[in-house]
C-alpha cells in the first residue's frame, strides 16, 4: 500500500466516523427530546411545583421521600392497606410503585401478587409536618 492509498483510507474512515458522529448527535438530540417530555408531569421536572414546597422551606427530593417512604410503610399496617379501596384475592395489595406528578398528585400501581391496578393520590404535607393521602380514583386490572 503507497502513501496515497494510505491516505484515502483515512479520509474516508475519517468521513465515515463523521456520518457516524452525526447520526449519534441526532440520536442523542432526539432521546433528550423524549427525556423532557418524560418529565414533564414529575415534581422535579416541574419548576412551579418545585417553587411551591421551597416557598415553605422544603425540597421537593426530600418531599418526595417523605412521601413515599409513607405511602411504602403502609404496606406493613396490619390488615388491608389504608390507600387500596380493594381487597387483595391472592394476599393483600400493596403499593409497588409512584410516581410524582406535581406537588399536589401522584400516580400509584399496587397488586396482591396476582391482580394489579393502578390509582391517583392527592397529597398533603402539613404544617406539622404529617402527610395526608387522599385518593382521588383507583382501578383494578383483571387477571
Not at 6 to 14: K, V
Not at 74 to 102: A, Q, R, T
Request: aromatic share 12%.
Amino acid at each position: 500500500m503507497n502513501e496515497k492509498q494510505i491516505y484515502e483510507s483515512q479520509e474516508n474512515d475519517i468521513a465515515l466516523l463523521k456520518k457516524k458522529v452525526k447520526k449519534y448527535e441526532k440520536a442523542n438530540d432526539s432521546l433528550a427530546t423524549q427525556l423532557m417530555d418524560v418529565n414533564y408531569f414529575t415534581l422535579q421536572g416541574n419548576d412551579n411545583a418545585m417553587t411551591y414546597f421551597e416557598d415553605v422551606g422544603y425540597e421537593a427530593p426530600d418531599i418526595e421521600n417523605r412521601v413515599k417512604e409513607h405511602i411504602y410503610d403502609l404496606n406493613g399496617k396490619k390488615g388491608k392497606n389504608p390507600i387500596v379501596s380493594y381487597d387483595g384475592i391472592e394476599g393483600k395489595m400493596k403499593i409497588n410503585k409512584v410516581k410524582f406528578l406535581n406537588h399536589r398528585w401522584i400516580v400509584a400501581d399496587f397488586t396482591d401478587g396476582t391482580y394489579w391496578g393502578e390509582m391517583v393520590l392527592e397529597y398533603y404535607v402539613n404544617e406539622d409536618e404529617s402527610i395526608d393521602l387522599n385518593v382521588i380514583g383507583s382501578l383494578l386490572y383483571g387477571k
